[in-house]
Nanobody, 124 residues
Framework: DVQLQASGGGLAQAGASLRLSCAASGFTFDDYAIGWFRQAPGKEREGVSCMSGSDGSTYYADSVKGRFTISSDNAKKTVYLQMNSLKPEDTAVYHC?????????????????WGQGTLVTVSS
């Protein structure tokens, strides 16, 4: 079974950094894309960033471009999301997911295996 577990969330002040981890198991890492999504209170889930397992290509939403960096440790089957220069609007529950789409966009429908989220709270 595909399993994903996100961790690393917490409380941070605006301008600070956090690193989220997504530990994956139950599938061949190189065959999937791993995406990070977030859902703020009262808002729809949105795509943040993704990485293709096949070629390592990445995508970032405009709202996080230049501040967030996605990376992976294939030996550990873990994908990271380094979040710098955090803003209060980054406050959300962050989920990682496995799927087959990471290219010019990041779409929830392309991801079919989801882990439990980790809460990120950024205070001003």
């Amino acid at each position: 079974d595909v399993q994903l577990q996100a961790s690393g969330g917490g409380l941070a002040q605006a301008g600070a950094s956090l690193r989220l981890s997504c530990a994956a198991s139950g599938f061949t890492f190189d065959d999937y894309a791993i995406g990070w999504f977030r859902q703020a209170p009262g808002k729809e889930r949105e795509g943040v960033s993704c990485m293709s397992g096949s070629d390592g290509s990445t995508y970032y939403a405009d709202s996080v471009k230049g501040r967030f960096t996605i990376s992976s440790d294939n030996a550990k089957k873990t994908v990271y999301l380094q979040m710098n220069s955090l803003k209060p609007e980054d406050t959300a529950v962050y989920h990682c997911a496995a799927g087959h789409g990471c290219g010019l966009g990041l779409y929830i429908a392309d991801f079919d295996s989801w882990g439990q989220g980790t809460l990120v709270t950024v205070s001003s």
